[in-house]
C-alpha cells in the first residue's frame, strides 16, 4: 500500500480547486469535482481547507501573493511591469477569472479576507506613492487609483478575450498593436 503524503493531497486539491472556481465561480463550483479530479477523499478538503468559501478565499489569496511575487510593481519601469503582467495573466488567466467570479458573488460587500486584501495591496499603492514623491511618475492622480487603472488597462484583455478578438482582432500583430496602445495609454497616466 502506497504512503500517505498529506502535502501532495492539498497540492492536488489546490490545484483542482482553482480549475473549478475559475471555471464555475464561488456558487457553480462543487466540491465533489474537486474531490473527484484532485483524487481526494472530499472530507480532506474540509479538513484542510474548511468550507466551500474558505477554500475559494485561500486559492485566490494563495494565487494573488503568486502574482505579487511573480510581478511586483515596478513605478521605475511601468512598461515593463505591464509586459510582466500581461505575460503573466495570459500564462495564469485563471487568477482574474476568480476575481471576476469574486467580484459577481460579492459585489460591494465586505470580503471574508479584505483585511489580508487591503495588506496585500498597500505595499503596491506604496510603491506607486513612492514613484510618484520622486518624481519618476506623475502624482496628478493618487497613487491608489493610478495603480487601479494600470491595472485595468492591462487586465482587460484577459478578462474579457472575446471582446477583444471582436474590437480589436485576435492574430500576433493585432495582439502587438493593442499591447502598445496600453503601455502609450499607460505612459499619458504616468507622464511627470
Do not use: C
Request: charged letters at 25%; hydrophobic letters at 50%; aromatic letters at 8%.
Amino acid at each position: 500500500m502506497a504512503a500517505r503524503d498529506p502535502e501532495a493531497t492539498k497540492a492536488r486539491i489546490f490545484e483542482a480547486a482553482v480549475a473549478e472556481f475559475a471555471r464555475h465561480g464561488i456558487a457553480g463550483a462543487r466540491i465533489d469535482r474537486i474531490a473527484s479530479e484532485a483524487k481526494a477523499n472530499k472530507q480532506l478538503i474540509y479538513a484542510y481547507f474548511g468550507n466551500k468559501a474558505e477554500l475559494f478565499s485561500q486559492v485566490l489569496g494563495r494565487s494573488m501573493v503568486d502574482l505579487a511575487a511573480a510581478v511586483p510593481v515596478d513605478p521605475d519601469d511601468i512598461e515593463g511591469w505591464l509586459d510582466r503582467l500581461m505575460d503573466y495573466h495570459a500564462a495564469h488567466p485563471e487568477l482574474l477569472r476568480l476575481l471576476y467570479w469574486e467580484g459577481i458573488e460579492y459585489g460591494t460587500a465586505e470580503l471574508p479576507d479584505e483585511a489580508e486584501r487591503q495588506d496585500h495591496y498597500a505595499a503596491k499603492v506604496a510603491a506607486m506613492r513612492d514613484g510618484q514623491e520622486r518624481g519618476v511618475i506623475s502624482d496628478a492622480i493618487p497613487p491608489a487609483d493610478l495603480l487601479f487603472l494600470l491595472i485595468a488597462l492591462a487586465n482587460w484583455v484577459t478578462v474579457v478575450p472575446q471582446m477583444s478578438r471582436i474590437l480589436v482582432g485576435a492574430d500576433g500583430p493585432d495582439r502587438t498593436r493593442l499591447r502598445a496602445s496600453v503601455k502609450a495609454a499607460a505612459r499619458r497616466l504616468i507622464a511627470p
